[in-house]
């Protein structure tokens, strides 16, 4: 479980360098990804890095990512995790940053030896009042 936690907290940690490769090296070549972005699925080749380039590339600094309340659940070679995450970053060409935290569930399998994401699911609530307006301003 420690290898897993490994996994995933290093790659939150990476994404503050900037370095979308390093990133997608925990993802498996092919995955399920629903992240906060639209479409509603997103492409499944963790290969390419150009999507997460492109996307840091819209902040004044790459953005830091947190990973609180992280629990795993462990089968043979395959696991899953759930954990509330907190991203921090500015906008190019705002004068502000945002923090934002948000639900994650990981899928993860042990592919030749090491522990890969094979499914990755963000979610941000919404409010039920009718507006529809997505719950950003929450905490845990």
């Not at 290969?47 to 004044?60: C, G, S, V």
């Not at 990755?120 to 929450?138: C, N, T, Y």
Request: proline share 6%; glycine share 8%.
């Amino acid at each position: 479980m420690n290898e897993i936690r490994e996994v995933i907290e290093r790659k939150a940690a990476l994404l503050s360098t900037g370095d979308a490769e390093a990133v997608l090296s925990h993802y498996a070549d092919t995955i399920v990804e629903y992240n906060l972005a639209p479409p509603l699925r997103q492409p499944g080749d963790a290969r390419d890095p150009a999507a997460l380039k492109a996307w840091i590339a819209t902040f004044r600094e790459p953005p830091r990512r947190e990973v609180t309340q992280l629990e795993i659940t462990v089968d043979g070679d395959v696991a899953f995790a759930t954990s509330i995450d907190c991203l921090s970053a500015t906008p190019l060409g705002a004068e502000q940053g945002f923090t934002m935290w948000f639900r994650v569930t990981l899928g993860l399998r042990r592919v030749g030896g090491r522990w890969v994401v094979v499914h990755e699911h963000e979610s941000v609530p919404f409010e039920m009042d009718g507006s529809f307006q997505a719950a950003v301003g929450l905490q845990p």
